[in-house]
């Protein structure tokens, strides 16, 4: 089955830097999109960014995008997001997901299958 374990998650001042890692297993996350997502409380879970199985292939929602980077560890089989100049609003649980049939073309969580139970990311002001 696959799995996935998020950490890195914690409390960090607004404009402080946190690097989320998700531990994949089961699969081989060279050879299948993997995502990140973010759900606040009372929220609906947003797409932050992708990375699919070609080289440098990334992609960013706007949230994101220029703060964050998505990156992977093939031998480790792990995936990280550094997030760089947290703002409040960037508070959330985080998870990683796998979407095999999917693409990064759009990051939405109705195309991921596989979750992990994700880390909290308190950004205070």
């Known amino acids: 089955q696959w799995h996935f374990v998020e950490s890195g998650g914690g409390l960090v001042q607004s404009g402080g830097s946190l690097r989320l890692s998700c531990s994949a297993s089961?699969?081989?996350?060279?050879?299948?999109?993997v995502a990140w997502f973010r759900q606040a409380p009372g929220r609906e879970r947003e797409g932050v960014s992708c990375?699919?199985?070609?080289?440098?292939?990334?992609r960013y929602a706007p949230s994101g995008k220029g703060r964050f980077t998505i990156t992977k560890d093939s031998v480790e089989n792990m995936v990280y997001l550094q997030m760089n100049n947290l703002r409040p609003e960037d508070s959330a649980q985080y998870l990683c997901?796998?979407?095999?049939?999917?693409?990064?073309?759009?990051?939405?969580?109705?195309?991921?299958?596989?979750w992990g139970q994700g880390t909290r990311v308190t950004v205070s002001r």
């Open positions: 997901a796998a979407a095999p049939l999917a693409n990064c073309s759009v990051i939405v969580p109705q195309l991921y299958e596989y």
């Open positions: 089961g699969f081989n996350l060279d050879y299948y999109p």
């Open positions: 990375l699919t199985i070609s080289s440098n292939g990334t």
